[in-house]
């Protein structure tokens, strides 16, 4: 994932309200949000070249969810799949406290990322840029590729949008995934300087991503109630930034 926002106890129907997008070149081949083939219990999308995930979560509401975080140096040959992570954590029944614990021993193996996990025990967040875990107060944040909360002009615009969405009496699921689709980038002096190129750089700058290499290729809307009652909704796009495929799971713990 690429963008993250979430209200975390915020909501009185939910006790969580994700919205993410997942941008990645498009010659890396996915597969739509389904049930997990060896891992029945698992919902989520697969990413096809290395078999882990970017947004996942189990019948029992536990979830993960991973950004990588844009800073140089930014050559890494021989580290491992960030979706791993993902699978790692929901196939185990350990706490995200101790596997965030273990975590710590091996995020070097890996390119720099965010983690978000959820559990009985509540949201965490871990950064192996700073090898610091916490837990995620309640409120409305945004994630995208540096430190949770950094204030980038798409997670700021876009946490707005979020917390002006969730203030009417009942959320509306197509107004959330809108705010995903939004196009706007900012002005030159506010883009985000992270030491790639300019120009790739004003690309990514927007919530949603679109060019012929590398664009937005899914948005997902995931609430949970307070029964424990989950609803995964995803979107896929091709390479147009079309709508290409939607999946809806009703997931009861």
Not at 16 to 37: C, G, Q, S, T
Not at 159 to 181: D, V
Request: hydrophobic fraction near 35%; charge should be negative.
């Amino acid at each position: 994932m690429c963008l993250i926002l979430f209200a975390h106890q915020h909501n009185e129907q939910y006790k969580l309200v994700l919205i993410a997008n997942r941008d990645e070149y498009h010659h890396r081949e996915a597969k739509p949000a389904a049930f997990w083939p060896q891992q029945t219990s698992i919902f989520g999308g697969i990413d096809c070249s290395a078999g882990g995930s970017w947004l996942s979560i189990d019948k029992t509401g536990r979830l993960a969810a991973i950004t990588n975080i844009r800073k140089p140096p930014f050559s890494k040959d021989n580290t491992l799949s960030r979706g791993e992570i993902i699978a790692n954590f929901l196939s185990r029944q350990q706490t995200a406290a101790d596997f965030l614990a273990e975590l710590t021993e091996s995020d070097h193996l890996y390119g720099l990322f965010n983690l978000l996990l959820l559990d009985d025990s509540g949201l965490w967040h871990y950064s192996s840029d700073t090898h610091r875990a916490q837990l995620i107060s309640p409120g409305i944040h945004g994630l995208s590729n540096a430190c949770l909360g950094t204030p980038w002009p798409k997670v700021s615009r876009s946490c707005a949008a979020l917390e002006s969405q969730l203030q009417k009496p009942r959320i509306n699921e197509e107004h959330l995934l809108n705010i995903l689709q939004s196009s706007e980038k900012p002005a030159e002096h506010e883009i985000p300087v992270t030491g790639i190129d300019p120009e790739f750089e004003r690309l990514l700058s927007s919530a949603f991503i679109q060019s012929d290499d590398y664009g937005t290729r899914c948005s997902t809307l995931i609430t949970i109630d307070h029964n424990n009652r989950v609803k995964f909704t995803e979107l896929t796009y091709n390479r147009q930034g079309e709508e290409s495929s939607r999946v809806q799971q009703i997931i009861q713990a």
